[in-house]
């Protein structure tokens, strides 16, 4: 088993860029979601997915597009990229309650 | 709604010294609770997490942690930490008729030989 594999691992984005993050998960977990990882502010939910083709917000979900077609595959758009959106990135799965992270996504808005 | 409030920001310790991280949380209901970890440069491992049943859970690496409900309270322990255990932890509440996960701010723990 992989886990959860998150690409890419860094990125620099220009304002306004669009960008999307991949995340894979091979352990046939209905629920994913993403985080935001910010210094002093833990992490923050931006959106997560009970099962294929349902997706909700979580707490910071602005400037943020997620989908759900299959149950392995949870990516996150970035449409239009905002410093603000410097971050790192967490995808996860769970089971039974308990989170499988990825390993993050540094990506960095100029 | 539901929030997670991990007072202490940034703990330092010399080793062998003893080890506690409170954690509260603001939910009336039934809760699952986590405690997870953050070694520098990693992402987030779990440490522990209460169900139901005994609330002094045990942990991996020697931690364990006491669900007190009518304070509402998840405190993180260790007799003796190792400089090994520097990271950040993080508690994490999810109320039991939920699927999200609710994080606290986090705690940096620095340990010196």
């Known amino acids: 088993n992989a886990g959860v594999t998150q690409t890419p691992k860094f990125r620099i984005l220009k304002i306004g860029q669009s960008m999307t993050l991949q995340c894979a998960q091979d352990?046939?977990?209905?629920?994913m979601y993403w985080y935001r990882q910010d210094p002093g502010m833990g992490l923050k939910l931006i959106y997560y997915?009970?099962?294929?083709?349902?997706?909700d917000k979580g707490e910071v979900p602005n400037g943020y597009n997620v989908s759900r077609s299959t149950t392995e595959d949870f990516p996150l758009r970035l449409e239009l990229a905002a410093p603000s959106q410097t971050s790192v990135y967490f995808c996860?799965?769970?089971?039974?309650?308990?989170?499988?992270f990825g390993e993050g996504s540094r990506l960095t808005v100029l | 709604a539901q929030s997670v409030s991990q007072h202490n920001h940034h703990v330092i310790l010399s080793e062998a010294a003893s080890l506690e991280l409170g954690c509260n949380y603001s939910?009336?209901?039934?809760?699952?609770l986590f405690w997870y970890v953050q070694y520098p440069g990693q992402h987030l491992q779990l440490l522990l997490k209460?169900?139901?049943?005994?609330?002094l859970v045990k942990g991996i690496k020697g931690f364990e942690a006491e669900f007190i409900k009518s304070k509402f309270s998840f405190n993180l322990r260790k007799p003796s930490v190792q400089w090994s255990d520097t990271a950040e932890y993080f508690c994490?509440?999810?109320?039991?008729?939920?699927?999200?996960?609710?994080f606290g701010t986090g705690t940096r723990l620095q340990v010196f030989p």
């Open positions: 996860a799965s769970s089971f039974s309650g308990e989170l499988f």
């Open positions: 352990m046939n977990h209905n629920y």
């Open positions: 997915s009970v099962g294929a083709g349902i997706t």
């Open positions: 939910y009336g209901g039934t809760v699952n």
């Open positions: 209460y169900f139901s049943g005994d609330p």
């Open positions: 994490a509440v999810n109320a039991g008729n939920t699927d999200k996960l609710i």
